[in-house]
């Protein structure tokens, strides 16, 4: 049963194609235990770069029936959660995470909770820590985004710039320092630990070369509604915010909200932000009937004043800086002087004066294109 449910997940992708044949062909031997191996060897088969890893890559958060959030562990650099709805027929899935490895793992561990198909994925931004795991998904898997979101991938902006950077260029230099650090070690636990580390970023660099930009199939301006089974999921653009093009993926019935990176239990990234469409999109965000929010990092949230503690650190951070702005202050002035200190209870790594300086960079950028 487990080979037809991995062959179900796999068939069609470039990855699965020729070890989901290899598995239908030799299901006529019909041993149990040729068909354990024969498990393994599809999985090993259909394992793409840089997906070893020692135990789970996620922590599967059920919060209602059917609806979990796949938290990365660590054991496999995956950066992005996933958010997973089970419908009567078929799953959707939102967000493929930093690499084909990424989305490989999630699809494997899925079956520990499912044996339906993966039909539907959701980018919620086209950030490389939520869609680059996209050329996983067999072809008849419409995989959906926002028209901007979908212009980015394509045109290669989640395969540059600032996000990608950030989460893929700096690995290489992470790696040399770990080196340096296990050759300045001798204490044997820290060597463990390090040794540990040094295995998991070597093995997201090498799923990193792997990705395809894989752009979604269909996309939407305002909003979607898909009706599978007894189950409801609006697929919903209310505004500009963390980007140009985050969709939120909202349950009515079962009162779940999935937010990708527009509302986190941190302050989101903000190198591409509209600062203050982001505060009228939140607003727009309140008029829904939610309890629980699956945001695109970190554990499910449960406090809808989220929203407000995020509009009152943009309009804050807004604020300051735009009016040092005015004063002819530089950026990095600014970004050592603005204090947001006062949102500490809220965002606890806020620890003194100063903010980074990419949001300051994004603010003074949009305030000189208004001149
Ligand atoms: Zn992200």
């Keep these: 049963m487990r080979v037809l449910r991995l062959a179900r997940f796999l068939s069609g992708s470039r990855l699965g194609r020729a070890a989901t044949l290899g598995i239908l062909a030799a299901l006529t031997v019909s041993a149990a235990v040729a068909a354990a ?4 060897t599809a999985l090993q088969e259909a394992r793409p770069p840089g997906a070893d890893y020692d135990g789970d890559a996620f922590t599967f958060h059920k919060v209602r029936e ?8 660590g054991n496999l650099t995956a950066v992005g959660n996933a958010s997973v709805v089970i419908n009567d027929d ?5 967000d493929s995470h930093t690499s084909p490895a990424g989305a490989w793992a999630l699809l494997h561990e899925l079956q520990r909770i499912t044996a339906k198909p993966v039909r539907y994925v959701v980018n919620t931004h086209f950030h490389v820590d939520h869609v680059h795991g996209n050329q996983v998904y067999p072809k008849d898997v419409q995989i959906i985004s926002h028209e901007f979101t979908r212009e980015m991938i394509a045109t290669g902006r989640s395969w540059s710039g600032h996000a990608y950077d950030q989460v893929v260029g700096s690995v290489p230099s992470q790696i040399s ?7 300045a070690t001798t204490d044997p636990g820290d060597r463990t630990d390090l ?3 040094l295995r998991i970023r070597k093995n997201f660099l090498a799923a990193t070369k792997a990705v395809v930009p894989t ?4 996309t939407l301006r305002d909003r979607m509604t898909l009706y599978r089974g007894r189950r ?3 697929l919903l653009f209310l505004g500009r915010g963390h980007t140009a093009g985050d969709v939120v993926v909202y349950l009515p019935k079962e009162r779940v909200l999935m937010t990708g990176d527009l509302l ?13 469409d982001w505060i009228a999109t939140l607003e727009r965000l309140k008029q829904l009937d939610f309890d629980v929010i699956l945001g695109g990092h970190w554990e499910p949230l449960l406090e809808r004043e989220r929203i407000d503690h995020l509009q009152a650190y943009l309009r804050d951070l807004w604020s300051q800086a735009s009016q040092m702005h005015n004063e002819g202050v530089a950026a990095e002035e600014a970004a050592r002087r603005i204090d947001l200190r006062s949102h500490a209870a809220h965002y606890p790594n806020i620890k003194g004066l100063g903010v980074g300086l990419v949001p300051v960079q994004r603010i003074y950028e949009l305030l000189d294109q208004q001149k």
Excluded: F, W
């Design 264 to 276: 986190l239990k941190t302050v989101p990234y903000m190198h591409d932000c509209y600062p203050l």
């Design 66 to 73: 059917g609806v979990y959030l796949a938290v990365p562990t």
């Design 177 to 183: 320092k770990l080196e340096r650090q296990l050759e």
């Design 37 to 40: 191996s024969l498990h393994a």
């Design 232 to 234: 409801e999921i609006q």
């Design 215 to 218: 752009p979604p199939n269909v």
């Design 90 to 94: 078929d799953v959707l899935i939102v």
């Design 195 to 197: 040794l540990r580390q």
